[in-house]
């Protein structure tokens, strides 16, 4: 290839925290760690339904579903808690209500990343209302020690320090969801 596409997000980029190679790793990792609780083998159906927070665990959940070999149904909900050029959290809004089979289920949610944790609070609520027989989390990243210790991720990709960061399906204002690594974003994008 001559001439490759400009890149016009690298420059917006303060540092890289998991390039896609690591995150390709863990996510394969993850993907053994929950296939462990939910496959009871062959012939038992076990029930799964994965509930992916939207948008930002999107590509996530691309790559985690195709490193769980089982059977499974996907239902989505699509939750804002960081409007627009927000960088702190605001109270999450449901945009999309939970679509799909959960009731007598074993779910699974799935989130990009667990801050202050008011989404997962909101969208754990929302699937034991709707009589899941069990409850779990995956989330690709998670910021220690800012959710409530009641609101906790049972699979969790990697700890990173209280910084906003961006990739691999986070956004800033609804861009660089497609930059293929995690990084933190320049202040002078978000000033
Ligand atoms: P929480 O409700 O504060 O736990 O935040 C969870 C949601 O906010 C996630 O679904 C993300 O979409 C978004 N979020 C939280 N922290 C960040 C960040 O550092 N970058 C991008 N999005 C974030
Ligand atoms: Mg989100």
């Known amino acids: 290839m001559k001439n490759p596409a400009p890149d016009r997000l690298t420059p917006d980029i303060d540092r890289v925290l998991f390039d896609r190679q690591a995150i390709e790793a863990r996510v394969r990792e993850l993907g053994r760690e929950i296939a462990a ?3 009871h083998g062959p012939g038992d159906e076990c029930g799964l339904t994965l509930v992916p927070i ?16 089982i059977k ?25 209500e939970l679509a799909g089979d959960v009731a007598g289920r074993d779910v699974l949610i799935v989130d990009d990343i ?32 800012k959710a409530p210790p009641d609101v906790r991720a049972d699979f969790v990709g990697f700890d990173i320090e209280d910084l906003f960061v961006v990739g691999y399906g986070l956004d800033y204002d609804n861009h660089y969801r ?10 002078t994008v978000t000033s």
């Open 37 to 39: 609780i939910y496959d």
């Open 54 to 69: 939207l948008s930002g665990s999107v590509i996530f959940l691309a790559d985690l579903i195709r490193e769980l070999p």
């Open 178 to 187: 497609n930059y293929p690594h995690i990084g933190v974003l320049r202040a």
């Open 114 to 145: 667990l801050d202050s944790g008011r989404t997962l609070r909101r969208v754990q609520a929302m699937v034991q209302e709707r009589g899941a027989r069990s409850v779990r989390s995956a989330v690709l990243l998670r910021k220690p020690g």
């Open 72 to 96: 499974m149904k996907i239902a989505v909900v699509h939750v804002s808690t960081y409007p627009g050029t927000a960088t702190q959290p605001q109270s999450p809004r449901v945009l999309v």
